[in-house]
């Protein structure tokens, strides 16, 4: 049964960068079947789609954080990552990672989610 | 961006009614259109996908509907379980986009 792991800071300050890991486990990262995602969802309100990455590290971002995005993958780790810079206050979320298929673009694994403060 | 639009963003009901919940995008999206299920403090889950297909292990009493720019989801006879906060998620052109939700609440 596949899984997927958030791991990272459950605190981060204005301005600083939010860094977050998701460890697969389960089922290979480096399927060509799937994409590998971030979801994020601001306390007591809707899904935001942040962005997919394919095992070869192509990435499709939303355009509303692409200047602040970055996902990367570990194909040896079966790990992907974010990163989001300058966080502001708006960015306190839970951050879920997701498995997106390739050939269609619904999620059909989601991890926990781990909700991750911007404070000082 | 597509805008997902779900009504009614609140919906009460009691165990076994029949209930609908609609969900309009803002251009055609084919039938391109996921529903997923979320209980509180816990992730999404799906229900439907591309419209109308049930996902593998989904209840029988859940069924979605429609194409091009309005969609349902449609629970033929609540269950106590299935009091939670439903959203639609568009995948037919990046980026994704979500519908605001629609709680369901016991009455």
């Known amino acids: 049964q596949l899984q997927l792991q958030e791991s990272g800071p459950g605190l981060v300050k204005p301005s600083e960068t939010l860094s977050l890991t998701c460890t697969v486990s389960?089922?290979?990262?480096?399927?060509?079947?799937?994409?590998w995602g971030w979801i994020r969802q601001p306390p007591g309100k809707g899904l935001e789609w942040i962005g997919i990455?394919?095992?070869?590290?192509?990435?499709f971002y939303n355009p509303s954080l692409k200047s602040r995005v970055t996902i990367s993958v570990d194909t040896s780790k079966e790990q992907f990552s974010l990163k989001l810079s300058s966080v502001t206050a708006a960015d306190t979320a839970v951050y879920y990672c997701v498995r997106q298929g390739y050939s269609y673009g619904y999620i059909d694994y989601w991890g926990q989610g781990t909700l991750v403060t911007v404070s000082s | 961006d597509i805008q997902m639009t779900q009504s009614p963003s609140t919906l009460s009901a009691s165990v076994g009614d029949r209930v609908t919940i609609t969900c309009r995008a803002s251009q055609s999206i084919n039938t391109w259109l996921a529903w997923y299920q979320q209980k509180p403090g816990k992730a999404p889950n799906l229900l439907i996908y591309?419209?109308?297909s049930l996902e593998s292990g989904v209840p029988s009493r859940f069924g979605g509907s429609g194409s091009g720019t309005e969609f349902t989801l449609t629970i033929s006879s609540l269950h106590p379980d299935d009091f939670a906060t439903y959203y639609c998620q568009q995948y037919y052109s990046y980026p994704y986009t979500f519908g605001q939700g629609t709680e369901l609440k016991i009455k």
């Open positions: 591309k419209a109308s």
């Open positions: 389960g089922g290979s990262i480096s399927s060509t079947s799937y994409y």
């Open positions: 990455i394919f095992y070869s590290g192509s990435t």
